[in-house]
């Protein structure tokens, strides 16, 4: 079973900055390509960013283009959502997301395994 678990939200005013983490814990944890999404209240999930297997590619939806970056420490199990100037509808509750089926690339399709999820909270 995989499991993650994301840490790093909080309350920022707009214009701030955050840095989620999501640590997993599975095997060969390269090989796997992974995903941010996000869910507003009473709004449906949706995709945030993605990054492949290798690293080196990920894909980004057009609200958080050119703010957020994601990046991977392979040797740390840990995917990283660098988040500037952060805008008040950017607050959410972010989860985690990987599949298990390796070596997929950067993709907004959601795959099997979630995180708990964290709070990241804008004010204006």
């Known amino acids: 079973q995989v499991q993650l678990v994301e840490s790093g939200g909080g309350l920022v005013q707009a214009g701030g900055s955050l840095r989620l983490s999501c640590a997993a814990s599975r095997r060969a944890f390269s090989a796997y390509a992974l995903a941010w999404f996000r869910q507003a209240p009473g709004k449906e999930r949706e995709f945030v960013a993605a990054i492949n297997w290798g690293g080196g590619s990920t894909y980004y939806a057009d609200s958080v283009k050119g703010r957020f970056t994601m990046s991977r420490d392979n040797a740390k199990n840990t995917v990283y959502l660098q988040m500037n100037n952060l805008k008040p509808e950017d607050t959410a509750v972010y989860y985690c997301?990987?599949?298990?089926?390796?070596?997929?690339?950067?993709?907004?399709?959601?795959?099997?395994?979630w995180g708990q999820g964290t709070q990241v909270t804008v004010s204006s």
């Open positions: 997301n990987t599949d298990r089926s390796p070596y997929g690339k950067a993709s907004m399709v959601p795959g099997d395994y």
